[in-house]
């Protein structure tokens, strides 16, 4: 499956007298729908409808639909009427002007001062009476449906560039792990030699053999000191968090939240080993493992 991103922007419109199906059960110039919808990384899945009055009952069904494909994120959509006004002068019909004629006529009677009305007035009103009438159930639906299509491909087109990031970052973790394991015994060794060095110059036989006793505690000392220093586990798991990474990212689908938990946990180990560090070549490592880690969370916050 492909790895999706949370963050992406799709949007549609639909032809200026309406080019779906049902677009001829609304008046004659009734205008066209607009629909856009963008979304940016969330924990869960926040769904935010920006309506105008006329879609505010189209609400549950483009809910339901958005639930049906997405799974996290911020995701907000909006709607838009735009009157025929805008595009081109569309022609009021004749049950509408006489319907105007007798609301004036009506209220001349009560108003005489009032004027009457101008073309200008009469097709804007003739608008947002087509625009109130207007059936655009099926073909919001449908423009959403074309629209969410869209949003998905780019969110699959960033969560693909996401994935190769990840994979890049992989494996130059795993290289500074490679590094660090043969730094590992050596580092131990070194501070074997210099316990027993230390033990030598205090008992002031550093040109012959410590007794037994002593060369024991130092011994003791230096294993102690090794078992402290030791990052050996620390770099297994390391692996086997990356290892496990690799494989949510071939996998693909929901694996944003198991990713920042490994994330999480890939972290603490850098962290552990560079408190345990005693080389400055360790140290070095530690940092830039935790650069990449900290790049990678910051990425993988955008993963669904």
């Known amino acids: 499956m492909p790895v999706y991103s949370m963050t992406g922007y799709a949007s549609g419109q639909s032809g200026p ?3 779906h199906a049902d677009a001829e059960a609304r008046p004659h110039g009734a205008g066209r729908l607009g629909v856009e919808i963008r979304s940016v990384n969330s924990r869960f899945l926040d769904l935010t409808f920006k309506l105008p009055e006329e879609l505010r009952q189209h609400e549950p069904a ?3 639909l958005l639930t049906g494909q997405l799974k996290r994120g911020k995701v907000e959509l909006r709607a838009a009427i735009e009157s025929a006004g805008a595009a081109g002068v569309g022609e009021p019909s004749t049950k509408l002007l006489q319907r105007l004629n007798g609301v004036q006529d009506s209220i001349k009677s009560w108003l005489p001062a009032a004027r009457e009305l101008s073309v200008a007035d009469v097709l804007r009103l003739a608008a947002g009476d087509t625009l109130a009438k207007g059936d655009w159930g099926s073909e919001l639906t449908e423009l959403a449906q074309k629209t969410l299509k869209a949003l998905v491909s780019a969110r699959e087109r960033e969560g693909a560039r996401l994935a190769r990031m990840l994979q890049d970052h992989l494996a130059q973790l795993r290289k500074l792990v490679a590094q660090a394991l043969p730094l590992v015994p050596q580092l131990v060794e070194q501070q074997r030699a210099r316990f027993l060095e230390r033990w030598q110059e205090a008992m ?3 040109g012959g053999t410590p007794p037994e006793a002593a060369q024991d505690r130092a011994l003791t000392e230096a294993t102690s000191f090794a078992i402290r220093i030791d ?6 798991r390391l692996n086997s968090h990356l290892d496990e990474i690799e494989r949510l990212v071939k996998k693909g689908g929901e694996i944003g939240k198991r990713l920042d938990f490994l994330i999480q946990e890939l972290h603490r180990e ?3 080993l560079g408190s345990k560090s005693a080389t400055l070549e360790l140290t070095r490592i530690g940092v830039d493992m935790k ?3 900290e790049q ?3 990425q993988v916050q955008n993963i669904e």
């Open 17 to 19: 007298s309406g080019s």
């Open 291 to 293: 650069v990449l880690i």
């Open 296 to 298: 990678m969370r910051e």
């Open 231 to 236: 990052v050996a586990e620390e770099l297994t």
């Open 270 to 272: 850098a962290n552990t």
């Open 62 to 64: 483009l809910r339901e």
């Open 204 to 206: 002031g036989l550093s």
